[in-house]
């Protein structure tokens, strides 16, 4: 098959591109993936209960435990720690622009948590998260129903455990890694569904807040882990979760550039044949 000068520069284009991610994706992970990425998972324990007696702490600095939050309403669990600047504002964000073309309202119809992953953060700063959000999404009922917790490691790490949430620390630069995600849950406290990723459709959240209402579990989803680790500039590295990035983008610009390139074809073999 011929193809017009245009469309196979375009697809050499994309073809390099293609090639030079999985160049360095490859690059990056044989010589400079941390170890302690390979600690970090999103396992989907659908069914599983929470550990719905464990103590944590509210904006205000009370000692509250997570069945405070269960009963009535379905939750949507976001793990993350107050100063990440890479994936955890992006998933808050992502939450934030899909709640809001949402008709159900946190605080009248499902409860959310965001609770810190990281034991050294503090009700203060987590005072500051909530107002941050609760300004963003702008509905008064998410006062009483959108709730940042902290707590000590173990009440963490139990929780985190039980929701299929694997992360590591790096001591050296003082971070977490972890994936990103949400945790739906119904109101009995079990794990209902996951949503991977920084997107989050509102159709299937919606569906899946009704379900969990309902107390159906759903079934496993298609995972497209993103992972949150930092750039180091000394080492000109990007972290795991702009490698996958990239991948992604490098595998959508080739098939963007294939489609365009089997159209342009196809009009060309119908020109010729008329």
Known sequence: MMCRPQACILVVLGMTVFLWVQHTAAHHSTQHTPEMLREVSFEQRLGAPLPLHLTFRNEAGEAVRLREYFGTKPVLLTLAYHRCDNLC?????????????????VGEHFQVLTVSIDPHDTPASAAERKEQYLRHYGRASAARGWHFLTGEAEAIQELTQAAGFRYSYDAASAQFAHASGLVLLT?????ARYFFGLEYAPRDVRLGLVEAAAGTISSPVDQLLLLCY??????????????????VAGGATVLTLGAFVGLMWRRERARHSL
């Open 230 to 247: 930092h750039y180091d500039p000394r080492t000109g590295t990007y972290s795991l979760a702009i490698m996958n990035t990239l991948r």
């Open 187 to 191: 109101p009995q406290g079990g794990v």
């Open 89 to 105: 504002p992006l998933v808050l964000n992502g939450l934030v622009q899909t709640l809001r073309t949402l008709s159900l309202s």
